[in-house]
């Protein structure tokens, strides 16, 4: 029985990276390295403890829905 493997193309190897960039602007993380190879990557990280525990709730719902579409006012009309 042979085994088909999943390959990255280029083009998704470019909304990988489209999407860490946009978590990373939502987030409280810093993108160390990365690497994409052929069927996986890795990804290293740092999450600035400091800057995410001086978030208020608003700013954490705020960012949320940067990735979720999506307002303040729906969430805070029940909405969400």
Same mark, same amino acid.
Do not use: E, K, W
């Given at each position: 029985m042979t085994q088909s493997r999943k390959t990255f193309s280029c083009l998704e190897d470019d909304v990988f990276l489209s +999407? +860490?960039? #946009? +978590?990373r602007s939502a987030c409280v993380?810093?993108?160390c390295a990365? #690497?994409?190879m052929s069927n996986h990557y890795h990804v290293v990280l740092h999450v600035d403890q400091s800057r995410a525990k001086n978030w208020t709730q608003e700013e954490v719902v705020e960012r949320w829905l940067q990735l979720y579409q999506g307002s303040l006012s729906t969430v805070k009309n029940g909405l969400i």
């Open positions: +999407l +860490l960039r #946009a +978590l993380f810093d993108i990365y #690497a994409v």
